[in-house]
């Protein structure tokens, strides 16, 4: 079982900052990809960032420039910091997992959802 726990979400002025974090645990035979999801009131999920096992990242056109995401391997956590906030980032914030087990098989894990609120 790989738990995810998800922390740094709160309520910001626009243009402010924020670091989201997510902790994993658990037996992780190999980490395949690592990403960030949000989902507002009344719209779907959308993946944000991910991270590959090859350190390549990729991010939506709506966070280009203002949003990072990077990784810790020997903490296995996982981070996402957000600058210059917008209210339309609003929205409860996931992290994700995929990975492959010892069997060879693909699970992903997620986590309890972080909320951020960008209002004035």
């Known amino acids: 079982q790989v738990l995810l726990v998800e922390s740094g979400g709160g309520s910001v002025q626009p243009g402010g900052s924020l670091r989201l974090s997510c902790a994993a645990s658990?037996?992780?035979?190999?980490?395949?990809?690592m990403g960030w999801y949000r989902q507002a009131p009344g719209k779907q999920r959308e993946l944000v960032a991910y991270i590959t096992g090859g350190g390549n990242t990729n991010y939506v056109d709506s966070v280009k420039g203002r949003f990072t995401i990077a990784r810790d391997n020997a903490k296995n956590t996982l981070y996402l910091q957000m600058n210059s906030l917008k209210p339309e980032d609003t929205a409860v914030y996931y992290c994700?997992?995929?990975?492959?087990?010892?069997?060879?098989?693909?699970?992903?894990?997620w986590g309890q959802g972080t909320q951020v609120t960008v209002s004035s």
């Open positions: 994700n997992l995929e990975g492959t087990d010892g069997s060879g098989h693909r699970f992903a894990s």
């Open positions: 658990g037996s992780i035979f190999r980490v395949n990809v």
